[in-house]
């Protein structure tokens, strides 16, 4: 089979998860590309009507998902396929979700292996590393991931890279692209993130206050289509600009900080409900103790990712879509 490299001509574009958070942020730049000439929809719902959408049915948590998946990408040539099929809503099925992120991303990658297309890009976070006492002052790309205990949100992202990484050295003839953002914040998301700093008063841990990033969700949607005819491959975090230490990202949103001890801490998490299946607050004792701070300088010189906001400008937003 003839492989099409992406770049050369009108590009067809295949995208799983198109409704969820990272799919509203890049269908649209699809959409207003002159040089995309179809968006290959594989969902379960159609997205919003778009002139370049073609929509075909895939469930990826299905038995029949892989030959699904194959079928509709070998039937007509496809360049890329971004692959954003991860929840970020209150995850009331923990099973359902693991088998949509880590079985789904099997199928997905067996297909694209199938089909031979030329480039493959993947989300990811930088809650992956972990947040631990003994990080790095800065978390470059090559760092383990120790993920997070009792996070199944997190540690199923931890084994989808492991996937990934697997496919990649199957299939070097597949441009393979991961992108580690930041917790994602703006005006349509929902997420951990937006939903922790949505609330009046945000619960921290008493004698910590821990440097976090955040990337603009315009900047997060520019560095997707980036990847799409990006002249690299691998892994690469994606950040707005800056640092904040918590208390000051709480405080851009528009909230106040309220120091706990970890007791109580934990109590008060359950009760905003930040996720909604009970396992996120106790994993989010990590990130509010220590600092997980990853490096953006790959993304800037081998995607020309320069965010445009800072993490401060991440944050107002939300307090700007609250008003």
């Not at 995850?91 to 693991?98: C, D, F, R, V």
Request: glycine share 10%; net charge neutral; proline share 8%.
């Amino acid at each position: 089979m003839e492989v099409i490299r992406a770049g050369k001509g009108p590009m067809r574009i295949a995208v799983t998860g198109a409704n969820g958070d990272y799919g509203r942020l890049l269908l649209p730049r699809l959409e207003a590309d002159p040089g995309v000439e179809s968006i290959l929809v594989l969902d379960t719902k159609e997205p919003q009507p778009m002139s370049k959408v073609e929509f075909h049915r895939v469930d990826l948590t299905r038995y029949d998902a892989e030959g699904e998946l194959t079928d509709a990408l070998t039937e007509r040539p496809v360049d890329a396929l971004f692959h954003l099929a991860f929840l970020f809503g209150p995850i009331l099925n923990g099973p359902l979700a693991h088998e949509l992120e880590v079985i789904g991303t099997m199928n997905v990658l067996t297909a694209v292996g199938r089909a031979r297309l030329p480039r493959l890009v993947v989300p990811s976070l930088t809650v992956t590393y972990g947040a631990r006492g003994n990080n790095p002052a800065l978390l470059r790309e090559g760092s383990p991931l120790f993920g997070c205990p009792h996070s199944r949100f997190v540690n199923d992202k931890v084994e989808v890279e492991g996937q990934v990484r697997a496919f990649r050295e199957r299939n070097p003839d597949t441009r393979t692209l991961v992108l580690r953002f930041a917790p994602l914040l703006g005006p349509s998301l929902d997420n951990p993130a937006t939903r922790l700093l949505s609330h009046a008063v945000v619960p921290t841990l008493l004698g910590f206050d821990p440097l976090w990033q955040a990337i603009h969700e315009e900047d997060a949607g520019r560095a997707l289509h980036l990847a799409l005819r990006a002249d690299a491959a691998g892994d690469f975090n994606v950040v707005g600009r800056g640092v904040l230490p918590l208390s000051g990202l709480i405080r851009q949103a528009g909230a106040q900080p309220l120091p706990l001890p970890g007791p109580l801490f934990r109590g008060a998490l359950r009760a905003l409900g930040v996720v909604g299946a009970g396992t996120l607050p106790v994993a989010l004792l990590d990130y509010m103790h220590y600092s997980w701070v990853a490096d953006g300088e790959r993304a800037e010189s081998a995607l020309g990712f320069v965010p445009l906001h800072h993490v401060r400008d991440a944050a107002s937003a939300l307090r700007r879509s609250q008003s």
